[in-house]
């Protein structure tokens, strides 16, 4: 009888069970691959790794404080008197770069490969006049030291900025402002400076002396010399009192005329305008008094504990409850006193009260405006537009008063302004940098539609035009330039984008191809992925020597990988450079899974496959050897492609077909033909899964890297596989393609005499070397960042050194004659 099928009792009813218990089974298998992957994760996070790895960045690496703009410089000088800074520039002749207190916050201080004079040590104060109120100093002193020395004397700075942490260079540099009424840029309180040319030389430069020098080095961004003394009028230590109203902002101008502006009595006065309508101004102003003193200390102490402010500065940067809270809540309670101070104390804030914790993934930035004082309004209502469209997330605005300026070149004062100070947080990542550049460049642009201009110490995003637009006589400042900096040593990345003597045709190739720039931090975060590679090709030749898979090293391999990712994420951390979350994400989840295979891998070998092996006593079969071929085969195959495109069906197809079934050692050949079957099968979907997420995710891989390098002649043929881009005489913009292909076409390069200027226009590339394990590797141009064990050969070592692209050809060089063998360039 037939039994239906499904019908109790037949055939169909065991069909019926089998299904019912399908997902028992499947449930099973989900549950022994989570136990794995629980186990796999507790490795990755709490057994393996190096946790105790340090690392300082060398101080070749100059960041500001956003840490946005790490850039290697070639050395640094820390000078003390001016004939240091003479003879650093007589005794050298390429780029210079000017740091002072570094709070410039888009790569003014710095120029990949300069000499950098870091101007921090430059501190003395050189003579105080205290009867007609005026001090000399050394340009690198902060304005706190200045206080320090001059408050007991019942004496005050004339001109600053709100915080007292920026040196006297800086600020005179950028022609600085604070919230003083009746005063306007830096420059106003300046009798003289002294400056040091391109060329050694030693000039003063006052109103009425060298007059273009002092006009054109006040608000010249360190582009026409550095600036080593300055003489600057003091004024009198007063006892202030705070006052503050609250007022609807169409009501602020009017307000301002009439109680401030003509205010004799008044010394500092800003208005914060509130997010997220900018339409409530907190006005406040402090007067002078008579009235004894409520806070005692004449000045803000250096190195105060701030813990509680950077955290309310996160809450308000963070969230709109934060922003709601402080105009409703925080401040009201903030301003419910009027304090009376010393006038020191409120010019000594420390920018220690805003620095957050870590800046690793987000930062804070100021970007400025100014406006003429009749168009103020109108640019409220143009920048609450501009805000709104773009969600930007700000966090306060405060606006100051400015006198005009008395005529440098790159005024930003032209006539009476009102500057708007907005202060900001931003995500590090390049989407995040990008929407705070399309806010700031219509900012600019509202700006100068107005007669107005901006403030370019900030993120520099601004296109020459535009910056021409805020500072017409612009072209007299690059003739000066031209005159006294002939070479154009002074350098940084402001005068990159606005200086026309910086815009060399191979530039305008670089900055137009989409392609050419990539994160230099990833130099060293590849280095992981790539041990993934390399440690295949280790256990391809041990299978290749012979070597018994029970014995290789799976659980060593699994904690290198921890360790070298451990030590790659602390560099990239402690270098300042965004956190590339995407990434970090990616080398997690590719060392968890990795592990979880080892895991799986190691245990098995160790066990049942020591078994089987020894059931062949111990020698290989056809199916050993065609095992090691295939792991060779994907050794090879990921140098240069992304693991997941490499065919392992094939080679499970050539397990069943290429080696007989039967024969010697048969327990040992069906062992491993089930194993590398299960092996490879269970990675074939498995590369398909990630293959298609990583398409979706990030579309095609761009597969060629840019760089730029220097021919030996001009007739040089360029090796195989490099592609011309661009040639000006020697200097060439060459391609080739990424990964593997590239550490070749390097050393190709660099045998057929060519030098490197940047690669993908970073000037710091990580290089691993493997030689012999006692045999320290000591090279000019290149500094060991640490070793890696090779984990199937004692007497070996992998070094890896981060090296100056400059001298990569002279590092390729020496390898060789080191004993060292070049295991890879990790591009970026
Ligand atoms: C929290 C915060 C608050 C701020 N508030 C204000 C404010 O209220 N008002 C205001 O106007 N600005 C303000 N700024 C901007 C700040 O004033 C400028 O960035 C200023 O340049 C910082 O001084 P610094 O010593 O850090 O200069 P750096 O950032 O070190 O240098 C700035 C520029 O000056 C050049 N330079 C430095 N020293 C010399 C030298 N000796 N000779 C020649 N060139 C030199 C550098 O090459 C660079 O181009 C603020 C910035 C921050 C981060």
Redesign the pocket.
Known sequence: MRLPVGAPGGKGRSVARTLLRLPLRLARYLLVFLVVLAIATTIAVWVSGDDEFTYSPPDTLVN??TLMNPTYVSRVIQPTTVEEVVAALQSTTGPV?????????GG??SWPGSLHLD?RR?DKVLALDEARKRITVQ??ITWHRIQEQIAPRGLAIRIM???S???V??????N????YIGEGPLVRSVESIKLVLADGSVVEASPTTNSELFYG?IGG??GL????EATLNLTDDTNIERRQDVMPVSEYRQFFARHIRDNREVVFHNADLYPPDFDTARQVSWHRTDKPLTIEDGLIPAGADYSWQPRIADWVGSTDSGKWARRHVIDPLLYVRNPVVRRNREASYD?AE?EPESREEFTYG?R?YFVPVERFDEFVERMRDIFARHDANVMNVSVRHALPDPGTLLAWARNEVFAF?VYYRQGRTPEEVATVRDWSLEMIDAATALGGAY?P?YQVFESPEQFHAAFPRDQEYFALKARVDPDNRFR?R?LQRIYPGNHEPLEATRSANDNYHRGEAQTFLTVPEWYLVFNPVEYAQYLESGGNPATFPFFSSIDEYWRLYDRVTTIARQSGYPRNGEYLTMLRVIGISTTAEYLVKGAYEGSIGRLFRWSASGEDTAEDQLIARAQRAYADFIFDTAWYEFDFGDWVGRMWGDTRFFGRHFLRKLERRLFFTAEFGIKAGYAKLIGFASRTAYGKNHDRIYLTVTAPADDAELPAGVTMVQAEGREQIVSTLRWGPFTEAAVALARSGYGFRDVSGNHRIVVSTVGPRNAGLVIDGATELFESRLVSNDTQMRRVLLVDVGRLTGVLDALPRMGARLEHIYDY
């Not at 260079?169 to 950028?174: N, T």
């Not at 600085?176 to 919230?179: D, I």
Request: charged content about 10%.
């Open positions: 500001d404080v770069s000017i740091g002072g207190g570094r709070y410039s916050q003014q201080i101007m430059f340009a690198g900025q709100t915080y942490n920026f040196t260079g800086g600020s005179l540099s950028v600085v402002h604070g919230r080095a961004y360190g010399g550095v600036i080593v920018v805003l100021l400025e100070v403030y110490p940084n402001l």
